[in-house]
């Protein structure tokens, strides 16, 4: 089992409406969990960290995290043409260093 | 503006050469990463570095090493290229010691497309 996982996508959602990205993890002791974002062709870049239990919002974003289940997720509201991208989530566990999924595309069409 | 910058954006290379990529971060970072990103396995750790002199192994250090001399600089080498190592290379640094805190960002470099022919 990986230890991050997410679906690769593409999912796709039309303007205006709410994306919701999803990943499970393996390891039960992660601490922080991590949302970036990278355009094609481009760096990652952080857009959401978390790491209690519930909701964090910041702006058109909320990351949501259950450790009970080991899963985080990102809802992007309102999303727009320019939130197409690939969606990283990462996580620091037993080792101090962060462990990425394969990330999920997202398209949002016109 | 913080920068870390990695010194080639595509580099073409021959089976069996020495291969140096070269990172430098201006934010007097602590830790330094190299990873490897490619289609389908997302971002893989090759090695990192919370000190000058001191580096991790990651997840998948094989057939690499490492060189952290000064703080701001971490080079990473490719002492035999091989076809399998053709991929993405990002250099991302971080402050916070050994241990990445709660809310540490990763700042990435542009990352180095190798090609190994």
């Known amino acids: 089992q990986k230890e991050v996982e997410q679906n690769s996508g593409p999912l796709s959602v039309p303007e205006g409406a709410i994306a919701s990205l999803n990943c499970t993890y393996s390891d039960r002791v992660s601490q922080s969990f991590f949302w970036y974002r990278q355009y094609s062709g481009k760096s990652p870049e952080l857009i959401m960290s978390?790491?209690?239990?519930g909701d964090k919002e910041d702006g058109r974003f909320t990351a949501q995290l259950n450790k009970a289940s080991q899963y985080v997720s990102l809802l992007i509201r309102d999303s727009q043409p320019s939130d197409s991208a690939t969606y990283l989530c990462?996580?620091?566990?037993?080792?101090?260093?962060?462990?990425f999924g394969t990330g999920t595309r997202l398209q949002v069409t016109l | 503006d913080v920068k870390v910058t990695q010194s080639s954006r595509y580099l073409v290379k021959r089976t069996g050469e020495k291969v140096f990529l070269e990172c430098v971060q201006d934010?007097?970072?602590?830790?330094m990463f190299w990873y490897r990103q490619d289609p389908g396995l997302g971002l893989r750790l090759i090695y990192f570095s919370y000190d000058v002199k001191m580096k991790e192994k990651g997840d998948i250090p094989e057939g690499y090493s490492v060189s952290r001399e000064k703080k701001e600089r971490f080079s990473l080498i490719l002492e035999s290229a091989s076809t399998n190592q053709t991929s993405m290379y990002l250099c991302?640094?971080?402050?916070?010691?050994?241990?990445?805190?709660?809310?540490?960002?990763?700042?990435f470099g542009s990352g180095t497309q190798l090609s190994v022919l």
């Open positions: 934010m007097d970072h602590e830790n």
């Open positions: 978390i790491y209690s239990n």
């Open positions: 990462a996580l620091t566990g037993t080792a101090s260093k962060l462990t």
């Open positions: 991302a640094s971080t402050s916070g010691g050994a241990v990445i805190a709660t809310n540490e960002k990763l700042f």
